[in-house]
């Protein structure tokens, strides 16, 4: 499936991954959510932004999308989305994009590690105009196997790999020992529909 990630809409804004303070004026509307309590913590971010198509093609299911600030980027367009042969050139596409990363302690665990993906996707009706959404959500358990309370740094072993996990929290940082699990969840969304052109303003 061609999900589109999260650096793509990078690309599409240019400066997405600035701090929204640092930008004077935002040209999409953006929202960065982060919350913890002892042994979780979640971070979300909401981003949408609106395209306007430079090209397409229906037989290869691509769309080419200028952003905001004029970065073009080429899409691969889920199956899900539909009636993608009334998208035309000009149009504007609105695009919705939801992720967040959600870690959870879990205290000399004893699960086995592992990996899940899931994903659901819906779509408009015959006729409608172009639109769809994909939703893909990743779960992993993970192995705490070293812990550098001086670099800050959590060595976790997965089903797949090693990864170290930056941990700035001390709090946070202390009630970690290994022989201890982290659980990661990430969610991933995407919805894209096409609106009509606004006229310009003489």
Partial sequence: MNT????????????LSMPAAAQSKPEADAAVMAASAPGKATIARAVKVTAT????????????????????????????????????????VVVRYVEALSLTLKKDGKELRSRTDSTDAARTAAGDKPGGAVARQIEVTADVVAVNRKTHLVTLRGPKQMVDLKVPDPGQLKLIKVGDQIQAVYTEALAMSVEPVAKAKK
Avoid: M
Wanted: glycine share 8%; hydrophobic share 45%; no cysteine.
């Fill in 4 to 15: 589109p990630s999260i650096l793509v809409f990078s690309a599409l804004l240019g400066a």
């Fill in 53 to 92: 198509v430079e090209a397409i093609d229906v037989a290869q299911r691509r769309v080419t999308l200028k952003g905001p600030k004029g970065h073009v980027v080429d899409l691969a367009v889920d199956p899900q989305v539909r009636n993608l042969e009334q998208v035309k050139v000009g149009d504007q």
